[in-house]
């Protein structure tokens, strides 16, 4: 019951910010798919951040429970805080990539030469 009254909250919030965009602000109807893939690709790189934090974080701690000779638990991987980390990460790093203008590949095949 609970994640049917959250989906139904989120979708009255998103109709009323599609009105208020539409109506108010002047945005054009057709640029929300875009938006919604933008939303994809950040989404998509928070999960790898989150992911990646935790691949990083669950040998770390266990080099130093060996290192160290002290227990240090798994447990700290366990923590909410993983994913609002992630979020900034992803976060930042989308917005550097839109602030550059340019795709990393593209770039990076610029770079190369090989722009064909």
């Given at each position: 019951?609970?994640?049917?009254?959250?989906?139904?909250?989120?979708?009255?919030?998103?109709?009323?910010?599609?009105l208020?965009?539409?109506?108010?602000?002047?945005?054009?109807p057709?640029?929300?798919?875009?938006?919604?893939?933008?939303?994809l690709?950040?989404?998509?790189a928070?999960?790898?951040?989150l992911?990646?934090?935790?691949?990083?974080?669950?040998?770390?701690?266990?080099?130093?429970?060996?290192v160290?000779?002290t227990?240090?638990?798994?447990?700290?991987?366990?923590?909410?805080?993983?994913?609002?980390l992630?979020?900034?990460?992803?976060?930042?790093?989308?917005?550097?990539?839109?602030a550059s203008?340019?795709?990393?590949?593209?770039?990076?095949?610029?770079?190369?030469?090989?722009?064909?």
């Amino acid at each position: 019951m609970i994640g049917i009254f959250m989906l139904a909250l989120a979708g009255l919030t998103s109709v009323g910010a599609y009105l208020l965009g539409t109506r108010r602000l002047g945005l054009p109807p057709a640029r929300l798919g875009a938006a919604v893939g933008k939303t994809l690709e950040t989404v998509g790189a928070v999960l790898i951040f989150l992911v990646a934090n935790l691949v990083v974080a669950v040998p770390l701690v266990v080099a130093l429970r060996a290192v160290t000779g002290t227990f240090v638990s798994v447990y700290v991987t366990d923590d909410t805080a993983w994913l609002g980390l992630s979020l900034l990460q992803g976060l930042a790093f989308q917005w550097w990539r839109e602030a550059s203008g340019k795709k990393a590949g593209a770039l990076a095949l610029e770079e190369r030469g090989d722009l064909g």
